[in-house]
C-alpha cells in the first residue's frame, strides 16, 4: 500500500508534522507548503496528495484568523481535529553545554513561549527565525556550534540534534488545534458525528443572532467556538464561524433546519468527531 501524502505548512520536523504523525501514524509522505494559502492549494490537487493537516487555533495565541477565511474559500471538508500539547526544547549539535551557546534561534511564537528559561542565562542572545524546525535544521545544515534552537521533540530526531533541555515553556498545557482537511469527493460520511464546524451570515435586524445561538442552547448543543470574521466588501457586516458539540447527529440537523431561514450563507464546513489531545 502506498504511503498516504499528507500536506503540512512548514518544513519536516515542525509541529504541523508531529500532529499529522500523531494523526495518520507515521508511515506517511509529508509534502512541505510555505504558507496556509499554499496549503489549501496543494490539498486542493488530487495529484499532489490525499489530504492536509492546518493549525486553526492556539490555547495562549488564539485563532488564526486567515485560516478561518482559507476555508471558506477552499470548497474543502474538515473530516476531524487533533489537539497537539506544544512542548518546546533546546537543543543543539551533540557534544555542547548549555553554557556553550551563544545564541538560541526559534519562531518568535517559540521564543516568547520560553524567555523565562533563558533570564537564568543572559549571555544567550536569542534569535527570531522563520520557523522552529528551520531553526533546527540550519544548525545541522551549516554544522554551527554555538547555536541552538527551540523546538520540538521530532526536529532534534530528523537532524540529529542533542536535546539540551526538555520542555522549557513556561505554560506546559499549551495546546495547538489543527483540523485535518479533504476535498469534498474524497471524504467518507461519518454517521456518528459529535463536532461540526460551520459559517454564516445574519440580517441587521435585531436579535437575529441571539435567535440562532438560543436555538442551539435549546437543542442542548455546546457552542464550543464563535468567530466573527468580516464580509469583504460589505462595510461592518460578520460571517460567523461555528463550532457545535453535540452527543448525537440528530440534535444537529434539528437545529440546522430550524435556523435555516435566519442564516444567510450558511455552510458546513465538516461533521466530525471531537478530536484528542496528543500529549
Partial sequence: MDKRRIVI?????CFHHIAANAYYGEDVEIIPAENFAKLIDLINDEAVCDGGIMAIENSIAGSILQNYGLLQDSGLVIEG????RIKQNLMALPGQKIEDLKEVHSHPMAINQCRAFFRDYPNIRLVETE???????????????GIGAIAGDLPADLYDLEILAEQIESIKNNQTRFFILKRKKDVVPNG?????S????????PGSLSYILDCFSKANINLSKIQSLPIPGINWEYFFHVDLEFEFPSQFKTVMNKISETAKE?????TYNQGIVIR
Fill in 81 to 84: 481535529e487533533i489537539y497537539l
Fill in 131 to 145: 520557523d522552529t524546525a528551520i531553526s533546527a535544521r540550519n544548525i545541522r545544515e551549516n554544522e554551527w556550534k
Fill in 9 to 13: 505548512q512548514g518544513v519536516e520536523g
Fill in 192 to 196: 456518528g458525528f459529535t463536532k461540526a
Fill in 266 to 270: 450558511m455552510t458546513i464546513l465538516g
Fill in 198 to 205: 460551520l459559517y454564516f451570515s445574519t440580517s441587521h435586524e
